[in-house]
């Protein structure tokens, strides 16, 4: 029903910035939340930002004043600044469409994030 295309994944070194991107496609509903969740090895996906359509955002608190998501309402676009990357953030990134009405999950094929020295 949505298609989630993510770019802007890759490896960085501890205390370096990356940029996810997520574009929404297809029927899209426009009360909703995107976001993105994220999987580390061996542990369970975790929230770790999302914001509404009308702007309401949401963070982990492991990633509260390093990351910031943002939305392009136009372009149906989310985007989460990674800044001050840790080891402990390391991790397969999902984004995330969720139907405000139906509550109805899209999400994309995930998006691989390491930070290593």
């Known amino acids: 029903q949505v298609q989630l295309v993510e770019s802007g994944g890759g490896s960085v070194q501890p205390g370096g910035s990356l940029r996810l991107s997520c574009v929404a496609s297809?029927?899209?509903?426009?009360?909703?939340?995107m976001g993105w969740y994220r999987q580390a090895p061996g542990k369970q996906r975790e929230l770790a930002a999302s914001?509404?359509?009308?702007?309401?955002?949401n963070y982990a608190d492991s990633v509260k004043g390093r990351f910031t998501i943002s939305r392009d309402n136009t372009r149906t676009t989310v985007y989460l600044q990674m800044n001050n990357l840790k080891p402990e953030d390391t991790a397969v990134y999902y984004c995330?469409?969720?139907?405000?009405?139906?509550?109805?999950?899209?999400w994309g094929p995930g998006t691989q994030v390491t930070v290593s020295s």
């Open positions: 995330n469409f969720r139907n405000r009405w139906t509550s109805v999950d899209d």
């Open positions: 297809g029927n899209i509903f426009h009360m909703n939340t």
């Open positions: 914001i509404t359509d009308v702007g309401i955002k």
